[in-house]
T-cell receptor
Framework: GENVEQHPSTLSVQEGDSAVIKCTYS??????FPWYKQELGKRPQLIID?????GEKKDQRIAVTLNKTAKHFSLHITETQPEDSAVYFC???????????FGTGTRLTIIP | GAVVSQHPSWVICKSGTSVKIECRSL??????MFWYRQFPKQSLMLMAT?????????EQGVEKDKFLINHASLTLSTLTVTSAHPEDSSFYIC??????????FGPGTRLTVT
């Protein structure tokens, strides 16, 4: 089955700076890569996703890049704000399947 | 995004009793729903895939007789934790895909077994 690794496990960034979280996956047939943000005690929220036919996607301050050859994808948050502090999870699906395998999570702290 | 509800949001039960958790897709139909378990400061671990009209598919190591799943309709899946024990205490979250891979999560149920 799919295996997803995520780094770093914790990340502290000065407010206004950029944050980058990286994930690698093992199944070359995976074709869907979402990112979720989870605040303490709350549900994971889908913040951005990318499909295998696209190399980059951007939504305001958030962007995701995908390198299919290297089997890795990254989340980029620019102009970070205190409300960006949360745990972020990457995930990858099984090909032709909606089942997701999640990374271990990154605890992002924005320092005011 | 799509809306998924979950009930109850928290429950405390005594060891040996059973607890039922409901997951509903409110504005879309879901032939498939997923049940996850999340321990503090850990990632989401898939427990099982709930399939409308057929048996659930359980992940390796998950006891199907302990975690009963019923997908009663296109908008409702239930997870019953049978004969709960303190080690079953956790945050249980369901999710439903919208049909284009996007998956939305319920608010979760915090189960505490005393």
């Amino acid at each position: 089955g799919e295996n997803v690794e995520q780094h770093p496990s914790t990340l502290s960034v000065q407010e206004g700076d950029s944050a980058v979280i990286k994930c690698t996956y093992s199944d070359s047939a995976s074709n869907y890569f979402p990112w979720y943000k989870q605040e303490l005690g709350k549900r994971p929220q889908l913040i951005i996703d990318i499909r295998s036919n696209v190399g980059e996607k951007k939504d305001q301050r958030i962007a995701v890049t995908l390198n299919k050859t290297a089997k890795h994808f990254s989340l980029h948050i620019t102009e970070t704000q205190p409300e960006d502090s949360a745990v972020y999870f990457c995930a990858a699906n099984d090909f032709g399947n909606e089942k997701l395998t999640f990374g271990t999570g990154t605890r992002l702290t924005i320092i005011p | 995004g799509a809306v998924v509800s979950q009930h109850p949001s928290w429950v405390i039960c005594k060891s040996g009793t059973s607890v039922k958790i409901e997951c509903r897709s409110l504005d879309f139909q879901a032939t498939t729903m997923f049940w996850y378990r999340q321990f503090p400061k850990q990632s989401l671990m898939l427990m099982a895939t709930s399939n409308e009209g057929s048996k659930a598919t359980y992940e390796q190591g998950v006891e199907k007789d302990k975690f009963l799943i019923n997908h009663a309709s296109l908008t409702l899946s239930t997870l019953t934790v049978t004969s709960a024990h303190p080690e079953d205490s956790s945050f249980y979250i369901c999710s439903a895909p919208t049909g284009s891979y996007e998956q939305y999560f319920g608010p979760g149920t915090r189960l505490t077994v005393t």
